[in-house]
T-cell receptor, first 113, second 117 residues
Framework: DADVTQTPRNRITKTGKRIMLECSQTKGHDRMYWYRQDPGLGLRLIYYSFDVKDINKGEISDGYSVSRQAQAKFSLSLESAIPNQTALYFC????????????FGDGTRLSIL | AQTVTQSQPEMSVQEAETVTLSCTYDTSESDYYLFWYKQPPSRQMILVIRQEAYKQQNATENRFSVNFQKAAKSFSLKISDSQLGDAAMYFCAYRSSPGGSNYKLTFGKGTLLTVNP
């Protein structure tokens, strides 16, 4: 089983719909992150969480919200989806240590029509 | 804010040959971490190699090695004996040390590597 699991893997929806992307991890990491990937732009940070009570905005948080339901679960919501939120979304986790890399899920491809 | 630049949108290499992917970054920090991630068509993000800025020795992982030039702010990835499975998008990424923006990976825009048989 994957250490970082994202659901759904793919989603097509309509403008104005509320969407939730879910992420769960079995790595026991405290830190979790949500990124979006757009062609030609690399990955950009949306939100990050250092523990259940610590949630912070990243560089492109407008239009998104998150919930850290437990150490292992971190969900991303689009309250009212718009077409320019069409992207590949990644969840990642890491330990607190300096050298700890981030470990990524397999991504959710979201298309908003 | 830190920036990461990958100047080669696409590269190609013959199977069994060596290829070098370029990455430069801009920072005022003295302590930081650098990473190369690989994204194959399956779209997973796979850590290839990492380098601590305080280490002068270049990191190596099997066929993958880096050329880290701190003064030049350059962090290139060399793939030796290229294999078909190396075909992927490669991302260079920067992370501050604690005290800076250490939560965040700053990514370059990626280099698409094609391996020709």
């Amino acid at each position: 089983d994957a250490d970082v699991t994202q659901t759904p893997r793919n989603r097509i929806t309509k403008t104005g719909k509320r969407i939730m992307l879910e992420c769960s991890q079995t790595k026991g990491h405290d830190r979790m992150y949500w990124y979006r990937q757009d062609p030609g732009l690399g990955l950009r940070l949306i939100y990050y969480s250092f523990d259940v009570k610590d949630i912070n905005k990243g560089e492109i948080s407008d239009g998104y919200s998150v919930s850290r339901q437990a150490q292992a679960k971190f969900s991303l919501s689009l309250e009212s989806a718009i077409p320019n939120q069409t992207a590949l979304y990644f969840c990642a986790t890491s330990e607190e240590g300096q050298r700890s890399p981030q470990h990524f899920g397999d991504g959710t491809r979201l298309s908003i029509l | 804010a830190q920036t990461v630049t990958q100047s080669q949108p696409e590269m190609s290499v013959q199977e069994a040959e060596t290829v070098t992917l370029s990455c430069t970054y801009d920072t005022s920090e003295s302590d930081y971490y650098l990473f190369w991630y690989k994204q194959p068509p399956s779209r997973q993000m796979i850590l290839v190699i990492r380098q601590e800025a305080y280490k002068q020795q270049n990191a190596t992982e099997n066929r993958f090695s880096v050329n880290f030039q701190k003064a030049a702010k350059s962090f290139s990835l060399k793939i030796s004996d290229s294999q078909l499975g190396d075909a992927a998008m490669y991302f260079c990424a920067y992370r501050s040390s604690p005290g800076g923006s250490n939560y965040k990976l700053t990514f370059g825009k990626g280099t698409l590597l094609t391996v020709n048989p």
